[in-house]
């Protein structure tokens, strides 16, 4: 799906004119858009959070040249889907999941009581 698409999606579901589902479709890009750049999340519960991350710099390799380059840090945006979004996607691994989560409740054990110390033998007398 490409944006034409998408706004002709949100004209016809909420009974809008394609100009007006185009300008709803760019304001809420372009405000994700600004609080990003500005450092700040945006989390969309249940379809997943838009956040800015720091790459640090490192070498990579030009293999046309053959020789190592130096590849500067920079910030870069990050999308990471909600569980909702997952579970939408791939039904099966939600379900692997919640299955291994309610496993590892009960195979927790408790903590062993602390064991007695062992009575100091009295002194041989002589």
Not at 89 to 105: G, S, T
């Amino acid at each position: 799906m490409n944006r034409i698409e998408l706004v002709e999606k949100i004209a016809t579901a909420h009974n809008v004119s394609k100009a007006e589902a185009a300008r709803i479709l760019e304001t809420v890009t372009g405000s994700i858009v600004a609080a990003v750049k500005k450092g700040d999340p945006v989390q969309l519960i249940g379809f997943g959070t838009f956040k800015q991350v720091a790459r640090a710099a490192r070498t990579g390799f030009n293999p046309q040249a053959g020789a190592k380059i130096k590849i500067a840090a920079q910030k870069v945006p990050k999308f990471v889907p909600g569980a909702a979004f997952k579970a939408a996607i791939d039904p099966k691994a939600a379900k692997r999941k919640a299955d291994m989560a309610a496993a590892a409740k009960p195979a927790a054990k408790k903590a062993a009581p602390a064991k007695k110390a062992a009575p100091a033998k009295k002194a041989a007398k002589k």
